[in-house]
């Protein structure tokens, strides 16, 4: 099975912040990357797929990179609505399993 | 409006079973890939089972394979998850949501519905 790690596990930044979180998978997974926003008592939502693609409608102050084994996940200017908690996801295997990482939780400092 | 709507969640005692539904809506079932999502209380979010289109493939993360099952009725635009023998450690909130296709190749979860609480307890 495909693990996936996030680092850091929680951040405290500010508005206006640039901030981002890293993902590792245990295997190369090319671009089969995703990355899910939850904020507290919500559902997650799709940020970004294949690694760097924007979700349509999700701000363009969020953006992705990465490939292989190691992803990052960049907010520009942190804004009040971006406090919440962020996880990454691999598709590589789809459909037999799908594993999504601990999730980064970003608070306010 | 694109909705998911899951029911079923509540209390149980280990051992037993729990089937939940989830109705979808605003959009043609049929068509997509869908899922089972769990979060475990104040826990990261776990995959439990996709289910193809036409329901002839179904795939399970390992710690509920064999307990539960994943369905669906398109003509009902309904998706369930039965779930049998059910342990502590399957309580959670149990999310329905939709799996779609990007640029052909890469696959997302794009649609969430908001959750149906299961506890598993004496």
């Known amino acids: 099975d495909i693990q996936m790690t996030q680092s850091p596990s929680s951040l405290s930044a500010s508005v206006g912040d640039r901030v981002t979180i890293t993902c590792r998978a245990s295997q190369s997974i090319a671009t089969y990357l995703n990355w899910y926003q939850q904020r507290p008592g919500k559902a997650p939502k799709l940020l970004i797929y294949?690694?760097?693609s924007l979700q349509s409608e999700v701000p363009p102050r969020f953006s992705g990179s990465g490939s292989g084994t190691d992803f990052t996940l960049t907010i520009s200017s942190l804004q009040p609505e971006d406090f919440a908690t962020y996880y990454c996801?691999?598709?590589?295997?789809?459909?037999?399993?799908?594993?999504f990482g601990q999730g980064t939780k970003v608070e306010i400092q | 409006e694109v909705q998911l709507v899951e029911s079923g969640g509540g209390l149980v005692q280990p051992g037993g079973s729990l089937r939940l539904s989830c109705a979808a809506s605003g959009f043609t079932l049929s068509t997509f890939w869908m899922t089972w999502v769990r979060q475990a209380p104040g826990k990261g979010l776990e995959w439990v089972a996709n289910i193809k289109q036409n329901g002839d493939e179904k795939y399970y993360v390992d710690s509920v394979r064999g307990r539960f099952t994943i369905s669906r009725d398109n003509a009902q635009n309904s998706l369930f998850l039965q779930m049998n023998s059910l342990r502590a450690e399957d309580t959670a909130l149990y999310y329905c949501a939709r799996g779609d296709i990007f640029s052909g190749y890469y696959h997302a979860i794009d649609v969430w519905g908001q959750g149906t609480t299961v506890t598993v307890s004496s």
């Open positions: 294949a690694a760097s």
């Open positions: 996801q691999e598709s590589y295997n789809t459909p037999e399993s799908w594993t």
